[in-house]
Protein backbone atom coordinates (compact mmCIF):
# COMPACT_ATOMS: atom_id res chain seq x y z
CA UNK A 1 0.00 0.00 0.00
CA UNK A 2 1.20 3.58 -0.88
CA UNK A 3 2.46 5.87 2.34
CA UNK A 4 0.51 8.30 0.40
CA UNK A 5 -2.65 7.87 -2.04
CA UNK A 6 -4.65 11.21 -4.20
CA UNK A 7 -7.03 10.92 -5.99
CA UNK A 8 -5.49 12.06 -9.79
CA UNK A 9 -8.30 13.97 -10.92
CA UNK A 10 -8.21 16.13 -13.43
CA UNK A 11 -10.89 18.06 -11.57
CA UNK A 12 -12.20 20.80 -13.92
CA UNK A 13 -13.61 23.73 -12.35
CA UNK A 14 -14.67 27.20 -13.61
CA UNK A 15 -13.10 30.54 -12.59
CA UNK A 16 -14.82 31.34 -8.99
CA UNK A 17 -15.48 28.07 -8.27
CA UNK A 18 -14.67 26.13 -5.01
CA UNK A 19 -12.95 22.61 -5.16
CA UNK A 20 -11.42 20.49 -2.59
CA UNK A 21 -8.90 17.45 -2.71
CA UNK A 22 -8.39 14.74 -0.31
CA UNK A 23 -5.38 12.49 0.47
CA UNK A 24 -5.31 9.65 2.64
CA UNK A 25 -2.35 8.49 4.52
CA UNK A 26 -1.09 5.03 5.73
CA UNK A 27 1.28 5.65 8.69
CA UNK A 28 -0.83 6.70 11.95
CA UNK A 29 2.71 7.39 13.38
CA UNK A 30 3.08 10.47 10.41
CA UNK A 31 3.75 13.68 12.17
CA UNK A 32 4.06 16.22 9.69
CA UNK A 33 2.10 17.21 7.05
CA UNK A 34 2.26 19.55 3.57
CA UNK A 35 0.52 20.40 0.34
CA UNK A 36 3.04 21.06 -2.37
CA UNK A 37 2.39 22.67 -6.22
CA UNK A 38 4.00 21.69 -9.05
CA UNK A 39 2.87 23.36 -12.45
CA UNK A 40 4.02 21.01 -15.70
CA UNK A 41 7.40 20.53 -16.28
CA UNK A 42 8.80 22.53 -13.02
CA UNK A 43 9.69 21.71 -9.97
CA UNK A 44 7.05 21.51 -6.59
CA UNK A 45 6.72 24.41 -4.34
CA UNK A 46 5.43 24.24 -1.07
CA UNK A 47 2.13 25.72 -1.12
CA UNK A 48 1.39 25.33 2.68
CA UNK A 49 2.33 23.07 5.94
CA UNK A 50 -0.90 21.67 7.30
CA UNK A 51 -1.40 22.39 11.28
CA UNK A 52 -3.46 19.99 13.62
CA UNK A 53 -6.07 22.71 14.09
CA UNK A 54 -6.19 23.50 10.59
CA UNK A 55 -5.27 26.56 9.03
CA UNK A 56 -6.21 28.95 5.99
CA UNK A 57 -3.86 30.96 3.71
CA UNK A 58 -5.95 33.31 1.61
CA UNK A 59 -8.14 31.52 -0.48
CA UNK A 60 -6.80 28.24 0.82
CA UNK A 61 -7.78 26.18 3.79
CA UNK A 62 -5.88 23.02 4.83
CA UNK A 63 -7.68 20.60 7.62
CA UNK A 64 -6.56 17.72 9.24
CA UNK A 65 -8.21 14.56 10.42
CA UNK A 66 -5.66 12.41 12.23
CA UNK A 67 -8.66 9.71 13.12
CA UNK A 68 -9.04 8.95 10.04
CA UNK A 69 -5.66 9.68 8.31
CA UNK A 70 -6.82 12.17 5.65
CA UNK A 71 -5.87 15.78 4.93
CA UNK A 72 -7.48 17.99 2.84
CA UNK A 73 -6.60 21.15 0.66
CA UNK A 74 -10.22 23.58 -0.16
CA UNK A 75 -9.37 26.48 -2.56
CA UNK A 76 -12.32 28.98 -2.57
CA UNK A 77 -12.75 31.55 -5.64
CA UNK A 78 -10.86 29.85 -8.25
CA UNK A 79 -8.60 31.40 -10.60
CA UNK A 80 -6.70 30.66 -13.60
CA UNK A 81 -3.28 30.93 -11.83
CA UNK A 82 -4.45 27.84 -9.72
CA UNK A 83 -4.33 25.14 -12.39
CA UNK A 84 -1.37 23.31 -11.46
CA UNK A 85 -0.97 19.95 -9.50
CA UNK A 86 -1.22 20.04 -6.15
CA UNK A 87 0.87 17.00 -4.19
CA UNK A 88 0.13 16.12 -0.84
CA UNK A 89 3.13 15.51 1.37
CA UNK A 90 3.44 13.56 4.81
CA UNK A 91 6.45 12.84 7.03
CA UNK A 92 6.77 10.46 9.29
CA UNK A 93 7.41 10.56 13.05
CA UNK A 94 10.46 8.56 12.91
CA UNK A 95 12.05 10.95 10.43
CA UNK A 96 10.62 13.90 9.21
CA UNK A 97 13.25 14.49 6.92
CA UNK A 98 11.69 11.66 5.03
CA UNK A 99 8.85 13.30 2.87
CA UNK A 100 6.41 11.01 1.16
CA UNK A 101 4.65 12.48 -1.74
CA UNK A 102 1.34 11.69 -3.02
CA UNK A 103 1.16 11.29 -6.87
CA UNK A 104 -0.39 14.47 -7.48
CA UNK A 105 -3.83 15.91 -8.11
CA UNK A 106 -4.64 17.68 -11.03
CA UNK A 107 -6.75 21.07 -11.64
CA UNK A 108 -7.88 22.78 -14.15
CA UNK A 109 -9.52 26.04 -13.99
CA UNK A 110 -11.59 27.46 -17.16
CA UNK A 111 -12.75 30.81 -18.10
CA UNK B 1 19.35 34.22 -4.05
CA UNK B 2 20.86 31.33 -5.10
CA UNK B 3 18.15 28.32 -5.06
CA UNK B 4 18.88 24.66 -5.64
CA UNK B 5 20.50 24.56 -8.82
CA UNK B 6 20.83 20.61 -10.96
CA UNK B 7 22.80 20.11 -13.75
CA UNK B 8 22.57 18.97 -16.64
CA UNK B 9 18.91 20.21 -17.24
CA UNK B 10 18.37 17.75 -19.71
CA UNK B 11 20.61 14.90 -20.52
CA UNK B 12 20.14 12.11 -23.50
CA UNK B 13 22.24 8.80 -23.39
CA UNK B 14 22.30 5.59 -24.92
CA UNK B 15 21.08 2.20 -23.21
CA UNK B 16 23.93 0.64 -21.23
CA UNK B 17 25.99 3.64 -20.75
CA UNK B 18 26.84 5.40 -17.33
CA UNK B 19 25.32 8.83 -16.33
CA UNK B 20 25.94 11.44 -13.37
CA UNK B 21 23.43 14.23 -12.18
CA UNK B 22 24.66 16.69 -10.42
CA UNK B 23 22.93 19.04 -7.16
CA UNK B 24 24.34 22.04 -5.68
CA UNK B 25 21.77 22.22 -2.82
CA UNK B 26 21.11 25.65 -0.82
CA UNK B 27 24.34 27.44 1.02
CA UNK B 28 23.50 25.95 4.85
CA UNK B 29 21.29 23.50 3.93
CA UNK B 30 22.23 20.16 5.78
CA UNK B 31 19.66 18.13 4.26
CA UNK B 32 19.75 16.60 0.48
CA UNK B 33 17.52 14.65 -1.36
CA UNK B 34 16.77 12.98 -4.73
CA UNK B 35 13.91 12.10 -5.87
CA UNK B 36 12.65 10.44 -9.56
CA UNK B 37 9.13 11.31 -11.00
CA UNK B 38 8.47 9.24 -14.09
CA UNK B 39 5.73 10.94 -16.37
CA UNK B 40 2.45 11.57 -14.90
CA UNK B 41 3.66 9.95 -11.96
CA UNK B 42 4.50 11.41 -8.06
CA UNK B 43 7.74 11.65 -6.38
CA UNK B 44 9.48 8.64 -5.62
CA UNK B 45 12.13 8.78 -2.56
CA UNK B 46 15.44 7.62 -3.84
CA UNK B 47 17.63 8.95 -1.18
CA UNK B 48 18.60 11.59 1.80
CA UNK B 49 21.54 12.73 2.98
CA UNK B 50 22.56 14.19 6.41
CA UNK B 51 25.79 16.05 6.02
CA UNK B 52 27.95 13.63 3.60
CA UNK B 53 26.20 10.40 5.05
CA UNK B 54 23.02 8.76 3.86
CA UNK B 55 20.82 7.80 6.63
CA UNK B 56 18.48 6.63 4.21
CA UNK B 57 19.49 5.20 1.40
CA UNK B 58 16.01 2.76 0.81
CA UNK B 59 14.49 3.90 -2.42
CA UNK B 60 17.34 3.56 -4.65
CA UNK B 61 16.05 0.96 -7.29
CA UNK B 62 19.12 -1.10 -7.67
CA UNK B 63 22.66 -1.46 -7.47
CA UNK B 64 23.42 0.53 -10.87
CA UNK B 65 22.03 3.50 -8.61
CA UNK B 66 24.65 5.41 -6.30
CA UNK B 67 24.67 8.45 -4.75
CA UNK B 68 27.58 10.49 -2.71
CA UNK B 69 28.05 13.54 -1.17
CA UNK B 70 31.08 15.51 -0.06
CA UNK B 71 31.64 18.54 1.82
CA UNK B 72 28.63 19.01 3.22
CA UNK B 73 27.15 20.53 -0.07
CA UNK B 74 27.57 18.73 -3.63
CA UNK B 75 25.82 15.53 -4.67
CA UNK B 76 26.22 13.43 -7.53
CA UNK B 77 23.64 10.73 -8.52
CA UNK B 78 25.38 7.91 -10.42
CA UNK B 79 23.46 5.67 -12.28
CA UNK B 80 25.49 2.96 -14.24
CA UNK B 81 24.35 1.10 -17.47
CA UNK B 82 21.25 2.98 -18.26
CA UNK B 83 18.02 1.20 -19.33
CA UNK B 84 15.19 3.15 -20.66
CA UNK B 85 13.22 2.30 -17.87
CA UNK B 86 15.74 5.16 -15.84
CA UNK B 87 13.81 7.70 -18.07
CA UNK B 88 12.68 10.15 -15.64
CA UNK B 89 12.64 13.66 -14.24
CA UNK B 90 15.64 13.40 -11.09
CA UNK B 91 14.91 16.27 -8.78
CA UNK B 92 16.85 17.09 -6.12
CA UNK B 93 15.97 18.94 -2.59
CA UNK B 94 17.83 20.35 0.28
CA UNK B 95 16.53 21.55 3.93
CA UNK B 96 17.91 23.60 6.63
CA UNK B 97 19.39 22.54 9.76
CA UNK B 98 17.09 22.42 12.53
CA UNK B 99 14.76 20.07 11.04
CA UNK B 100 11.90 20.82 12.71
CA UNK B 101 8.33 19.29 12.21
CA UNK B 102 7.51 22.17 9.38
CA UNK B 103 10.73 21.40 7.47
CA UNK B 104 10.12 23.01 4.21
CA UNK B 105 12.10 21.07 0.86
CA UNK B 106 13.02 23.38 -1.50
CA UNK B 107 13.44 21.63 -5.06
CA UNK B 108 15.89 22.58 -7.94
CA UNK B 109 14.47 21.94 -11.69
CA UNK B 110 15.38 18.49 -11.96
CA UNK B 111 17.15 16.85 -14.92
CA UNK B 112 15.14 14.93 -17.56
CA UNK B 113 16.96 11.54 -18.56
CA UNK B 114 15.77 9.90 -21.34
CA UNK B 115 17.66 6.50 -22.46
CA UNK B 116 17.66 5.53 -26.07
Known amino acids: RKEVEQDPGPFNVPEGATVAFNCTYS??????FFWYRQDCRKEPKLLMSVYSSGNEDGRFTAQLNRASQYISLLIRDSKLSDSATYLCVVTPRSNFNKFYFGSGTKLNVKP | GAGVSQSPSNKVTEKGKDVELRCDPI?????LYWYRQSLGQGLEFLIY????????KSGLPSDRFSAERTGGSVSTLTIQRTQQEDSAVYLC??????????????FGQGTRLTVV
Open chain 2, 49 to 56: FQGNSAPD
Open chain 2, 27 to 31: SGHTA
Open chain 1, 27 to 32: NSASQS
Open chain 2, 93 to 106: ASSPPGGGMNTEAF
